[in-house]
């Protein structure tokens, strides 16, 4: 198929591009800095210039393709704000897919996004769902509730470097999944008529809790854990303080998250009817003790290379103060 990714250059939108080059597929992806996507080229996609929130950018982006696949989002350190980019640029874009005549609309969205209208991007996302479900189109909402990948930066290099860990207390049990699992299941339902006009949950093999994560790198690591409890009255006093600052909107927003993650709902769902519909293997999922493990046995094999390196370095220099020189 034809198939336009949006937000290609992001942790998740990266390898729904890859994955769909890999099963056969036409990709094209739209990139607002064509630099910054050069590896997209090299791995065999085409990039066209485009911005959700430039809708006259839209219609040459969308000629000739049959599917959309939706991974854009606004980042904490973007100028444009949650709602410009998650909501007014996504209108635009499944309003011009409509217009274009898109076979199928595939979004990200979030698990449970319908239950915290007080967090701007879960409340964003979940209006976008009753938007592309009123739409026309025929469509297929994706719903993740976390990415391991962000937990590297959360908790393993803060170990690593012997940094704190900041947590808000037990954390809200959450099914992590791989980003290569959720391009898998992406292209999968792009190729299952099943998945038309539904939507499904995307979660790991189990919930995981703050602690459970720490006590996990610990023993990956063999490093233990500086943690320090960040409540959430702070958090909120933060937020506020950043909102009178144009640069530090998104960052308060992402900061909500903080509320859902101190719920006592887990984030999870059952996934028997998913792999069923998209005939995959449960078995094949990485489970988040496989993920870290691949993590801490490359990392940790590259810092025993750069001791070696740096012990090696500090003998050649030993050698050349050393006052004692052969004289012919």
Not at 120 to 136: N, R, V, Y
Not at 250 to 276: C, G, H, I, K, Q
């Amino acid at each position: 198929m034809e198939v336009l990714v949006v937000g290609a250059t992001g942790t998740l939108g990266r390898q729904v591009a890859r994955r769909a080059l890999d099963a056969g597929h036409q990709v094209r992806c739209l990139v607002r800095k064509p630099r910054k996507a050069a590896f997209l080229k090299e791995w065999g996609a085409d990039l066209i210039y485009g911005d959700i929130c430039q809708p006259e950018t839209l219609a040459e982006a969308l000629n000739g393709i049959e599917v959309v696949i939706d991974a854009a989002t606004a980042k904490a350190t973007d100028s444009l704000s949650i709602k410009q980019v998650d909501w007014e640029g996504k209108v635009a874009l499944i309003q011009a897919a409509k217009k274009a005549g898109i076979k199928r609309y595939i979004f990200f969205s979030i698990l449970n996004a319908e239950k915290f209208p007080h967090v701007p991007l879960m409340k964003i996302k979940h209006c976008t769902e009753l938007f592309l479900a009123e739409s026309g189109l025929n469509y297929t909402i994706l719903k993740p509730c976390g990415f391991m990948q962000g937990l590297i930066g959360q908790f393993a290099i803060p170990i690593l470097d012997n940094q704190v860990v900041w947590v808000t207390g037990q954390g809200t049990p959450i099914a992590y999944l791989d980003t290569l699992d959720i391009a898998k299941f992406t292209i999968r339902a792009l190729e299952v008529p099943e998945t038309e006009n539904c939507s499904l949950p995307l979660v790991g093999t189990r919930p995981w809790g703050t602690y459970e994560i720490i006590e996990l790198c610990e023993r990956l690591s063999g490093k233990t854990a500086k943690t320090a409890k960040l409540k959430l009255p702070v958090l909120r006093f933060i937020r506020r303080i950043l909102r009178f600052f144009q640069w530090g909107g998104n960052v308060a927003d992402r900061l909500t998250f903080a509320e859902v993650l101190a719920s006592d709902s887990p984030l999870d769902a059952p996934m028997d009817e998913v792999y069923a519909t998209l005939g995959l293997n449960p078995e094949e999922t990485t489970t988040l003790e496989e993920y870290f493990q691949e993590y801490f046995s490359r990392i940790m094999k590259k810092l025993k290379e750069i001791g070696y390196e740096k012990e090696k370095e500090k003998e050649r220099k030993k050698k050349k103060r050393s006052p004692f020189k052969n004289k012919s």
